[in-house]
């Protein structure tokens, strides 16, 4: 087991590093990587040979899109051939240097197969949706390093992101050809098209 005594563990170490300002970041192995996983109170992920650390913490309105995407989605793909992924469940990129990065949800696809690092220890591969909700410390890097990752998944047909501080949803979706569209929607009547139905922005951005 690598020796992580050097990498903080709790919300209160990364506060005095400025996670609130920007992702914490530390040179490490993927071993590195995993050991912390199983210790840190915060949400890590691993990307170009960095743990990137952000808080554990989520705020109110964070927490409730989080929720509410996660029931429609739960909704819509009841009783079709999909798992769901929530927070903790790393998702592997291995056209990306192998990046593992977390969403705040996903739509799996079956049969899983996931990228096992060592018994016990592994990331799914199979994606068919997954959804972030943004915040101001991770925003540039949800749309700078993870995106064109995301977009590198096979099995992945489907990005959403979601805005906390105004009502408004990025949906990316990938065509037969392969390309990637965009469409970006901003009012509570506006509608979401994926594979077994629509979600309006309106059930996500509850008063």
């Known amino acids: 087991m690598p020796d992580i005594a050097k990498l903080p563990t709790t919300d209160q ?14 040179e490490a192995s993927e071993a590195e990587y995993w050991a912390l996983l199983q210790q840190a109170a915060y949400k890590a992920e691993y990307a170009n040979g960095e743990i990137v650390a952000t808080m554990g913490y989520e705020n109110a309105l964070h927490s409730e899109l989080v929720s509410e995407m996660m029931f429609q989605l739960k909704s819509m793909f009841r009783n079709k051939p999909y798992r769901f992924g929530t927070s903790n469940r790393p998702i592997c990129i291995e056209t990306c240097n192998n990046a593992i990065f977390i969403p705040d949800g996903a739509v799996l696809q079956l049969p899983l197969n996931p990228y096992e690092f060592q018994p016990g220890m592994d ?3 199979t994606p068919l949706l997954l959804f972030e909700v943004l915040s101001p410390s991770t925003r540039i890097r949800d749309f700078g390093e993870k995106l064109p990752c995301y977009k590198q998944i096979p099995s992945l047909q489907h990005i959403i992101y979601l805005e906390t501080d105004n009502v408004k949803v990025f949906h990316f979706h990938r065509r037969e050809d392969g390309l990637w569209l965009e469409g970006i929607y901003t009012d509570k009547s506006d509608q979401i098209a994926l594979p077994y139905g629509t979600i309006t922005l309106g059930e996500l951005y509850v008063e």
Do not use: Q, S
Not at 13 to 26: A, I, N, S, T
């Open 13 to 26: 170490e990364l506060l005095e590093l400025g996670v609130r300002e920007k992702p914490v970041r530390f």
């Open 123 to 125: 990331a799914e591969r």
